[in-house]
């Protein structure tokens, strides 16, 4: 079962522009976690934003989380072409397993 | 740490054949999962360990899926006998625990022919 839809399903932007990936999820979660996959590759933990925290940095990326409307946020900043690549969110629907959303693929042009 | 190792990285096996995954978490991690991620399916969990037991096994699709972790630095994954459908990646992670993220695998491309 996949509990996260991202959206957009695909995204194209260029060099320097920021890059906004939304996901939504179905129960409560003690933490919504994004990941990137690069293709053909395993997938790499970016963030984690707990249940009682409303937004998170790190670098050029910013994750905001709505527990009242079951969604997230993803936000990279000035994007690179390496950034280009395949992200998803994950929630733990209250337990010790991660469920994957759906995926966003960015696509950054030079 | 050299990570999550997964092996092999490719196998390309034969309807009906005995297919074995292998994965060594990262030591000190108590929690290792195995995913598939497909096109059509997405990413799904098959089963997942805590400090080698196996606590959640609703998504193995099958009973030819079988999933063992003797240690805490081994685990397997067998299809028994496999089929054209079971054609994906399939990939290993670990944890520290919930608080934390997943480390994954390079994951193990397997193909069903």
């Known amino acids: 079962s996949q509990q996260g839809e991202e959206d957009p399903q695909a995204l194209s932007i260029q060099e320097g522009e920021n890059a906004t990936m939304n996901c939504s999820y179905k129960?409560?979660?003690?933490?919504l976690q994004w990941y990137r996959q690069n293709s053909g590759r395993g997938l790499v933990h970016l963030i984690l934003i707990r249940s009682n925290e409303r937004e998170k940095h790190s670098g050029r990326l910013r994750v905001t989380l709505d527990t009242s409307k079951k969604s997230s946020s993803l936000l990279i900043t000035a994007s690179r072409a390496a950034d280009t690549a395949s992200y998803f969110c994950a929630t733990d629907e209250d337990t010790d397993k991660l469920i994957f959303g759906t995926g966003t693929r960015l696509q950054v042009f030079p | 740490d050299a990570g999550v190792i997964q092996s092999p990285r490719h196998e390309v096996t034969e309807m009906g054949q005995e297919v074995t995954l292998r994965c060594k978490p990262i030591?000190?991690?108590?929690?290792l999962f195995w995913y598939r991620q497909t096109m059509m399916r997405g990413l799904e969990l098959l089963i997942y360990f805590n400090n080698n037991v196996p606590i959640d096994d609703s998504g193995m699709p099958e009973d030819r899926f079988s999933a063992k972790m003797p240690n805490a630095s081994f685990s397997t994954l067998k299809i028994q006998p496999s089929e054209p459908r079971d054609s994906a990646v399939y990939f290993c992670?670990?944890?520290?625990?919930?608080?934390?993220?997943?480390?994954f695998g390079s994951g193990t491309r397997l193909t069903v022919v």
């Open positions: 129960t409560s979660i003690n933490n």
């Open positions: 030591s000190g991690h108590d929690y």
């Open positions: 992670a670990s944890s520290g625990g919930m608080a934390y993220g997943y480390t």
